[in-house]
């Protein structure tokens, strides 16, 4: 992208809202050494909470204020407000009026400690990402989100300008409460601890930005998924209508775009029919993520608010824009959108564009069940997206019924021999005379390794993948000629065509919703943060939380064993096989890893009884 010069400052932006150059530490608790000191914390932060909490309550039971008759996009401030609306252009002075008052919505952080994340791309330097644990009875466990009073600690706050908004005045609870909290294991055995919970997302009470000072930005970085420019749409119309913000800028082309592109203004007119439309009306790339001149544009632009839409390697680099944010000072909310057509970002439900591609591969399964139906002895082999994991392979071969064998990565396969993939082909030709298979694109790659030279790495450094289609095509026929049996073998890959498509209507909904929530998570001055679905509620998530490990199909759970049962393929799994991947499915699944040093959080996270 050297070819294109980096843009100045915008004419209209106000001076780069720069704080502190130092941090805040007093926010913080380090890991106390004994079991009395940790006694004595929780006793008092458990107190302190409860007392919080009533206040909330009462409070947030109040009825609100008949507010002016709203109208977007300037929001009226009360007395007080208009007294605090010197802060966007005087930040210091504004800073040092306000400091006794308390942060109303800041969460209190119990521990910190450096935390398992991977060392960022190029950033060996980078400060670790703090860790921040409430803990309460019977083994509950809060993995709560950075907020920008963490390091800003007399911010002052608003009245949130949609209790004044008529659509949602109908609402019977304006406000989260900020106590809320979502747990992550739905299920818990009566006797077992609570484990761990993510901060509920909606809509809070008091707001750490005025609609007029907020200044935002949307990125879109890694591959395309259905669903992107919904998101888009949602966050530029949902700050407009929810917040009254008319300011959005899109960075186009991905992190790169940052200091190597020309930014476009975003506004509900433009973004208006953005959804019926694939791919990201901001473009999108891989690589191309350098911290400081992000930063420094962040900086120069004076965004505070920073929307990154994107899988585990876009949310691995917002968490190190946002350390570089808080090392500067900068009261700047970096949130981020999961996006991943694999589905394979941890801890949440699902992620959005995974419902439109399961439908979307239905045509090609489709085909290629019509293809194989009308020949000898067909063969119809259809390629599915799926680095890591095979969830839409999985998903998609479910929904069909017309798939006799699925191959994903989690399950490793073998072609000869008793139990391997030629026998159960020679059978089902037998039976039924043709037979469709699915196969994800991460699949199987160790065994084509070994015919076959590694690809590298791309730009974000993802391993390149060798086409496993192309690859078992060729083994098929190879085999079938072996043993003098025609057949007529078609290989569809439709991989592209799937996720170029625009989002689904129930996609749709649950892109609203997204956009929705990391919103009013920004707006309410959270940062660091994932929004995402964990049990069908919304919730915030650390980033750090979301890109540690990946999600994988279980093929020791039920869900597995249904597609087994469907598609009546072997399972490719010797006992050992079995007993290994229960073993390592146990390890992966362990909630959180608490330092060894805290006696009242074991080291699988739970609280020990
Ligand atoms: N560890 C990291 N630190 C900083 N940036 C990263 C990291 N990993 C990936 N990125 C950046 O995130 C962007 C998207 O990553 P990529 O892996 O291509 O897609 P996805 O977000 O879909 O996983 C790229 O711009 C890449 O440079
Ligand atoms: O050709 P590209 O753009 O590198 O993308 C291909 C890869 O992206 C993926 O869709 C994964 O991307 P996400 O999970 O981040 O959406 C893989 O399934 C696929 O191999
Ligand atoms: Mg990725």
């Known amino acids: 992208m050297a070819d294109v010069p980096p843009i100045p400052p915008l004419p209209s932006s106000p001076s780069p809202l720069l704080l502190h150059h130092h941090h805040h530490h007093h926010h913080v608790v380090a890991p106390p050494s004994s079991a009395v000191n940790v006694a004595t914390l929780l006793l008092v932060t458990v107190a302190v909470a409860i007392a919080r909490c009533h206040l909330q309550q009462k409070r947030s039971n109040e009825p609100p204020e008949p507010g002016p008759r709203w ?12 007294k605090d609306s010197s802060r966007s252009t005087c930040p210091r002075a504004a800073h040092h009026r306000h400091p006794s008052r308390p942060p109303w919505d800041a969460p209190r952080v119990l521990r910190a400690w450096g935390d398992p994340t991977v060392a960022a791309e190029g950033d060996a330097a980078a400060p670790k990402p703090e860790v921040k644990l409430v803990t309460g009875d019977g083994g509950y466990v809060l993995e709560d989100v950075p907020h920008v009073s963490d390091y800003l600690p007399d911010l002052p706050t608003y009245s949130n300008p949609l209790q004044d908004n008529p659509a949602y005045s109908v609402v019977k609870q304006y406000f989260v409460n900020p106590d809320d909290t979502v747990c992550q294991k739905a299920i818990i055995h009566k006797d077992g601890p609570r484990g761990n919970h993510f901060r509920r997302a909606g809509p809070r009470q008091r707001v750490y930005f005025q609609s007029d000072e907020v200044s935002a930005c949307i990125v879109t970085c890694g591959g395309l998924c259905p669903g992107l420019n919904t998101v888009i749409r949602e966050i530029v119309c949902g700050l407009y209508d929810m917040y009254g913000v ?5 960075i186009q082309g991905g992190y790169r775009g940052f200091y ?89 439900d699902k992620s959005f564009g995974f419902d439109t591609a399961v439908e979307e591969a239905q045509r090609a399964i489709n085909a290629a069940h019509v293809e194989a139906g009308s020949a000898e002895n ?6 599915l997206m799926g680095r890591y994991s ?20 989690e399950s490793p396969f073998f072609l000869e021999g008793e139990g391997g993939l030629f026998r159960h082909l020679e059978k089902r030709l037998k039976d039924n005379g043709h037979m469709v298979i699915v196969v994800a694109e991460g699949a ?26 192309l690859w078992l095509s060729q083994k098929i026929k190879e085999h079938f000629k072996k043993i003098k049996t025609t057949i007529n073998l078609k290989y569809i890959d439709p991989t592209y065509m799937i996720r170029a498509i625009p989002s ?33 509620r919304h919730c ?9 490990k990946q999600n994988k199909v279980s093929i020791t759970d039920r869900m597995w064993a249904r597609l087994l049962s469907s598609t009546n393929q072997p399972s490719f799994l010797s006992k050992k096989d079995v007993d290994e991947a229960r073993m390592e499915e146990e390890r992966a699944a362990k909630p959180f890893d608490g330092p060894p040093s805290n006696p009242k959080v074991a080291s699988n996270g739970n609280a020990v009884k």
Request: a neutral charge; proline letters at 4%.
């Open 260 to 348: 190597a592109c020309n930014t476009i203004d975003l506004t509900p007119k433009s973004v208006n029919d953005i959804h019926k439309r694939g791919g990201t009306v901001l473009g999108t790339s891989r690589g191309g993520h350098d911290t400081t001149k992000i930063v420094d544009s962040i900086q120069d632009r004076g965004i505070n608010q920073v929307y990154v839409i994107g899988g585990d390697g876009t949310q691995r680099g917002a968490g190190v824009i946002f350390e570089e944010v808080r090392r500067r000072g900068l009261k700047v909310a970096v949130a981020g959108i999961p996006k991943t057509i694999d589905n394979d970002i941890p801890v949440i």
């Open 390 to 409: 095979g969830f839409i392979a999985h998903y998609a071969t479910l929904a069909s019924r017309d798939v006799d064998c699925c191959l994903i990565p």
């Open 378 to 383: 067909g063969i119809g082999v259809v390629k």
């Open 444 to 469: 199987g790659q160790k065994l084509i390794a070994e015919t076959m030279q590694s690809m590298g790495k791309d730009a974000s450094g993802n391993a390149m993948l060798l086409d496993v289609g």
């Open 504 to 536: 689904n209507a129930s996609d749709n909904v649950y892109c609203t919703l997204l956009a929705h929530s990391v919103v009013h998570g920004a707006m309410a001055g959270y940062t660091g943060f994932t929004a995402g679905q964990v049990n069908g």
């Open 71 to 82: 109208s977007p996009p300037t929001s009226s401030p009360s007395a007080t407000e208009a």
């Open 540 to 548: 915030y998530i650390p980033f750090y939380r979301i890109t540690e």
């Open 246 to 250: 008319s300011r959005v800028l899109g």
